[in-house]
């Protein structure tokens, strides 16, 4: 791992350092970014998916040197799975070493429950206070987690603490950095985000969709990487169940280099649909008449 880099100074700085790291951000975004660190709380950021809200964790912990703790939120995932778990099987082992060696039962007790037995989990690990630099932390797809998980987020969003009832409060030295990610599923409770900055990561302009692709993808043609854009942003005005996010673009444009593409069109775009849609309402909707009257607009722009 590289060394910790000290935080930007101001927001374009911040922009500099993401621009460095071929992340592409709006005005919008560098400036919360540069306040979340700024301030030290937690970025809380809600959009589609594949917009770049998971990429903006890694980047960030990338560009300031500091290692990434990620919690892939689920259903189902509880305090063990996201802070700590005692590791019953190692105090159980102990006990019956205890019982050999007839070790008195206040002493062994309190030692069971030392730091030694501790299986630390994601967001523990953040605020251990032995961490040599204070990580990124990164809470993704918070909304697939169930609605009382958030409650447990509280304490550590808030104070950069968590509380164990048999050890006591275990407090960072210094903050972790915390990125918080929905795709927006379902609404995140109030009291999560009151504690963290908000930003909504929508879909790119064509302009910055081109600048990312030229960063991600720097091997497609220049006139290529312009009909793909123009495509996916007439797409994303259709009445979809699901818009392709930049994911899709990336993914998109390096398919058609794998087919040889050139430039766009009818026949390429039918069969490769599914890289974009994937869902069948959506590309029976898209195939045929309506792509060739994308393509249409998309060559209408692009001809000189
Ligand atoms: N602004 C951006 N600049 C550069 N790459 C981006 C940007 N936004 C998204 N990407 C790329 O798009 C892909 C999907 O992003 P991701 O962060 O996984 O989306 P999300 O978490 O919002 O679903 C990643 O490969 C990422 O590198
Ligand atoms: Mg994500």
């Known amino acids: 791992m590289s060394e910790a880099v000290s935080l930007p100074a101001t927001i374009d700085a911040t922009e500099a350092l ?5 992340y592409v951000p709006e005005r919008e975004l560098s400036t919360a970014v540069f306040l979340a660190l700024r301030l030290q709380r937690p970025l809380f950021l809600e959009g589609e998916p594949g917009t770049g809200k998971t990429q903006i964790a890694k980047t960030l912990a990338e560009m300031l040197g500091r290692p990434l703790i990620r919690l892939q939120c689920h259903e189902g995932l509880d305090l063990a799975g996201a802070a700590y778990e005692w590791n019953y ?4 082992l102990e006990i019956r070493l205890a ?3 007839q070790i008195d039962r206040a002493a062994l007790t309190a030692d ?3 730091p030694r037995f501790l299986i630390q989990r994601a967001l523990l690990q953040a605020i251990d206070p032995a961490q040599p630099v204070p990580p990124v932390l990164l809470i993704d797809e918070l909304d697939r987690a169930d609605e009382p998980f958030e409650a447990f987020l509280l304490e550590v969003l808030s104070d950069f603490q968590i509380t164990i009832p048999e050890l006591g409060t275990i407090k960072a030295l210094q903050p972790p950095i915390v990125v918080l990610t929905s795709n927006r599923t379902r609404e995140v409770h109030d009291a999560v985000k009151r504690r963290c900055l908000y930003h909504w990561v929508g879909f790119p302009d064509a302009a910055r969709e081109l600048e990312i692709l030229a960063r991600r993808v720097p091997q497609a043609p220049q006139a290529l990487a312009r009909q793909i854009v123009l495509f996916i942003q007439g797409l994303r005005r259709l009445d979809l169940y699901k818009l392709p996010g930049i994911a899709e673009t990336i993914e998109w444009s390096r398919a058609l280099l794998e087919l040889d593409a050139l430039v766009l069109d009818p026949a390429t775009v039918n069969n490769t649909l ?7 309402d959506d ?6 008449s309506e792509a060739a009257r994308l393509l249409e607009q998309v060559h209408a722009a692009t001809r000189v």
């Open 18 to 22: 993401l621009l460095a790291h071929d």
């Open 89 to 92: 099987a190692r105090q159980m």
């Open 99 to 101: 019982e050999r060696e």
């Open 112 to 114: 069971l429950f030392s």
């Open 274 to 280: 599914g890289v974009l849609l994937k869902y069948q």
């Open 283 to 288: 590309i029976a909707k898209v195939q045929g």
